[in-house]
């Protein structure tokens, strides 16, 4: 899957909003009846720049053109830093064994402080699997287990470092005049989506 484009630089921190999906019903006593539709958040992304050259606005502008507008998923990493250090995630969903794969791909690279989870039990035992610096879909960091983990456990993480992202473009119809000009007034939205 494509990385968006980390050159041109953009201005950071990227405007990230985490979207949970709860369902909310109004009982007949008036009483909030919620449900959550999703066990993990998905992140709208705005992107926004200072100035641009003509190339850099070509390189964003063929990247869409690319994707197809909005049709194709692609990756954009958070790069941004609280004070000087990568933000921490919580509660990443990184796989669904099938009793057979051990490596899964953690969503961030330059990890650190990792903790993994199997069914919202922390591996404790750090024998049991091993972190691996990159090499996953879109230079993700992984975990790799000693011994896959069954068919349907959920492998979720938390971590410090830069969060990856999976979105796709906002707008699917976009004149590149006004996709040019969004990139300096407002930005360039994208639509959270499931992790794969």
Request: net charge negative.
């Amino acid at each position: 899957m494509a990385t968006f484009p980390e050159d041109p630089i953009p201005i950071y921190p990227l405007i990230v909003t985490p979207e949970w999906r709860t369902l909310i019903s109004m009982a007949g006593t008036g009483k909030e009846q919620r449900r959550q539709k999703s066990m993990f958040a998905v992140y709208d992304v705005a992107v926004q720049y200072r100035a641009l050259s003509a190339a850099d606005c070509k390189t964003l502008w063929e990247f869409y053109m690319a994707r197809n507008g909005a049709y194709e998923a692609f990756y954009i990493y958070d790069l941004a830093l609280l004070a000087g250090v990568p933000f921490n995630h919580d509660t990443l969903y990184c796989g669904t064994g099938d009793g057979e794969t051990d490596i899964f791909d953690i969503p961030g690279r330059s990890t650190s402080s990792q903790t993994i989870y199997v069914n919202g039990a922390e591996q404790s035992d750090p024998t049991d699997y091993s972190i691996l610096t990159g090499g996953g879909e879109s230079s993700s960091d992984r975990v790799d287990f000693v011994t896959a983990p069954n068919e349907g456990d959920i492998i979720t993480c938390d971590f410090t470092g830069y969060l990856r992202i999976r979105v796709r473009f906002m707008h699917d119809r976009l004149p590149r005049e006004l996709f040019i000009r969004n990139l300096f007034q407002y930005g360039i939205e994208l639509k959270g989506l499931k992790p794969a």
